[in-house]
Nanobody, 126 residues
Framework: VQLVESGGGLVQAGGSLRLACAAS????????GAWFRQAPGKEREFVAA????????KYADSVKGRFTISRDSAKTTVYLQMNSLKPEDTAVYYC????????????????????WGQGTQVTVSS
């Protein structure tokens, strides 16, 4: 299983970025997908998750109303559209895939995910 993120970069506050996570070997058709982020000196934190059927979504309070998680029709790629970016959104963003097949609930802790991408840097300047 391989998850490859793309779309990170440097953006000014108020700007937008779209991250993508392409899965191979095991798609998101029966596994929940999520985005986490980790800033320097801080623990990895939950950002957003989407369930395997695509009809249940959860966001961290800090990004609610600004970020949107979605999935393509082939269920191989999960996206994170980030709008109204703030300097505090600066972090390495990681895509993750749930370790349990067709899990009913969305897990918001890293321990619930067994496959991770390499991470993509997002830097928001003030």
């Amino acid at each position: 299983v391989q998850l490859v993120e793309s779309g990170g970069g440097l953006v000014q506050a108020g700007g937008s970025l779209r991250l993508a996570c392409a899965a191979s070997g095991r798609t998101f058709s029966v596994y929940n997908g999520a985005w986490f982020r980790q800033a320097p000196g801080k623990e990895r934190e939950f950002v957003a998750a989407i369930n395997w059927s695509g009809d249940i979504i959860k966001y961290a309070d800090s990004v609610k109303g600004r970020f949107t998680i979605s999935r393509d029709s082939a269920k191989t790629t999960v996206y994170l559209q980030m709008n109204s970016l703030k300097p505090e959104d600066t972090a390495v963003y990681y895509c993750a895939q749930d370790q349990v097949r067709v899990r009913v609930v969305l897990v918001t802790t890293p321990r619930g995910y067994d496959y991770w991408g390499q991470g993509t840097q997002v830097t928001v300047s003030s």
